[in-house]
Each structure stands twice: as C-alpha cells, then as structure tokens.
C-alpha cells in the first residue's frame, strides 16, 4: 500500500533520490500493483476477529497481558452461540473474565473465574438479545479492565 502512494504522489522526486530517476518515472503512471502484499485481506493476529466454526459457533478470542487491557475490548457478534476464548499472555499477572453482572440487555452467567498468566481458558454461551454487554476483569476494574461486547439486532 505505502510503496503505491509513494509512487502515485511524489513519484519523481522522491522516489527518484531513492531510486533513481530513469526507472520510477518509467514506472509511475503504470497501473501494476508495486506491492503484492497490499492486497492480502488477512490481519496480523486475528484477535477479535469474529469467525464462525464449522459447528456454526461464532468464535472470538480476545488476549489480555500485564497491563490490565483486554484486545480487542470490544467485538460485535450476531444472535446465537458464542465461543469466546481469553489468553492470558502476562508473565505475571492473574485476570478473570465475565459480563459484568445487571449491566446487559440479558444476563450471562457464563464467566472465567481465574485465568492465570500463561493461561488461556474458553466459555460458550447464547445470546438473543441484541444491545451492548459490559465485561469486566473484576479484579481489575478500578484499573479500567473493561470492555463491551455488541449483540446485533
Ligand atoms: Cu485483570
């Protein structure tokens, strides 16, 4: 993507101090793609990134570390079953996981009591009803360990 803009706005003269002239002009009103990485859809890590199993569960993983933050700290789900998994990759911290309790549209039990660093622990649960769920680290809270998953309608 970055080596596309440069050649588009900028071309000849900045390019061609890095390059050398003759070949980026050449090259600069040409429509080839410069980068074949641009075009690839996937993203780094996948957290948050909502899928859907071959059972046909939404799967979502979220990681939390030392620094008392969820990633993502939000993530968007349709009606149906979730499989949500948190990784714990502090190297020392202990954190736990639950929809924070008379927050949501709906209730959900479903929690993570205790999930150690190193550890990594995965829930499973329904939802219906669409609007926004809280989640917390209640360890954590005062710390601002929250987060929101969005049911939608
Ligand atoms: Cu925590």
Redesign the pocket.
Known sequence: MTGRLTGRRGGAAIAGVLLGAGLVLAGCGADEPADPGAASPTTTSGLGAVTTAPDGVQEVTLQ?QDD?VFTPDTFTVAPGRVRLTVTNVAEQ?V??FRFTPDTGPAPIDEEISLLAAGESRTIEFEVTEPGDYPFE?S??VQLD?VGTMTVTG
């Open positions: 939390t008392y911290m954190h736990n680290c360890f954590h360990q």
